[in-house]
């Protein structure tokens, strides 16, 4: 599904039966795949179906990439549908195995929200990110929801501001301050009679939704493809007129970077890179029926490799290494300039 297609316009089991499909046939990212799909089921409002492919991933033989996230999901989903005692105890465990990645910490937080337990979930937002940001000078861009969601929480229960609200409020780019934003007051503007009101919240509510448009708008829209050395080097040498598109590995790789930055110059959103394969490549060409030497067939396999979640997002964060896997930072190789 496209982040602006209308929800009312998806057939959400149509969409989650076709990504199971998907997934059985790339197994390598079924995890990717399933879970979309247990999304489709859930805004579908079968939420059983949707339990039933989160435990098909937790009982998979195959190691899951992030299992802790499965987890989070699946309790939220229960306790959605009255699965309460079980959800909880997902949450509990989930907060003793302290996952290493903000998106566990941010869907349980927000479950334990949605359900008034507003002590909790502030709780949970800051066990997060105490274990996430204390080797962090700077928040990484995606603890940044969870700082929101830690002030948003503060700011119904009445807490006094501290340094991490101050610093949520710094990352906050809206026109529309985290305050006005998480204003308790606000919900008694929405049975105003006044015109003014009504039209300040509105313009409350867009930027709000703003934001979780922006977060959520994956896949990517366009995601350049990516040879690691070995593979561009297999690649040239079984398909020889490919080495029209890649001449050699330096200009491959400028020609990336070159391509994202024109694209961002633009104001293409969400860029990324996905990293390729030779015999995922070859698989492809078979499954289109088209030979792997066809250079027109390189970007379609970059679109179905984005689609099935292997995009990574352009430009990294600050101080993380270089997409090129070059060993250095960022900065320092092909973010330079």
């Not at 997060?128 to 948003?152: C, F, I, K």
């Not at 867009?206 to 995601?223: D, H, I, K, M, Q």
Request: aromatic share 6%.
């Amino acid at each position: 599904m496209r982040p602006d297609t209308p929800a009312e316009n998806v057939d959400h089991n149509a969409e989650a039966a076709r990504l199971e499909r998907a997934a059985g046939l790339y197994p390598e990212d079924a995890e990717h795949l399933l879970l979309q799909a247990a999304a489709h089921l859930e805004l579908a409002g079968d939420r059983p179906g949707a339990t039933t492919l989160y435990d098909r991933l937790l009982s998979s033989s195959e190691p899951l990439e992030n299992p802790h996230l499965v987890r989070a999901l699946k309790a939220s989903n229960l306790w959605e549908y009255d699965h309460e005692a079980e959800a909880r105890a997902i949450i509990d465990g989930l907060r003793a195995t302290s996952p290493g990645h903000p998106a566990p910490w941010l869907i349980i937080a927000e479950s334990l929200e949605s359900h008034d337990e507003l002590e909790a979930a502030e709780a949970t937002f800051t066990e997060g990110l105490t274990l996430l940001l204390a080797d962090h000078a700077e928040p990484p861009h995606a603890t940044h929801p969870l700082l929101y969601g830690r002030h948003r929480v503060r700011r119904m229960l009445g807490a006094a501001h501290d340094e991490w609200d101050g610093l949520a409020d710094t990352l906050h780019s809206l026109p529309v301050s985290l305050d006005e934003l998480h204003d308790p007051k606000r919900i008694w503007s929405l049975g105003s009679d006044n015109p003014a009101e009504l039209q300040a919240e509105i313009g409350r509510l867009r930027a709000e939704l703003g934001a979780y448009r922006e977060a959520l708008s994956r896949p990517f829209p366009v995601a350049i493809l990516h040879w690691p050395e070995t593979e561009l080097q297999e690649l040239v040498s079984a398909y020889p007129t490919l080495a029209t598109e890649y001449p050699s590995r330096e200009e491959h790789l400028a020609t990336i970077e070159e391509s994202l930055r024109e694209l961002a110059a633009s104001g293409t959103p969400n860029l990324g890179i996905v990293t390729g394969t030779v015999p995922s490549y070859e698989a492809f060409a078979a499954s289109e029926s088209a030979s792997p030497a066809e250079i027109t067939l390189l970007p379609q396999y970059a679109t179905t490799l984005a689609a099935r979640g292997r995009a990574v997002a352009w430009p990294p964060e600050r101080g993380a290494g270089c997409w090129c896997v070059s060993g250095r930072v960022y900065e320092e190789c092909h973010g330079v300039g």
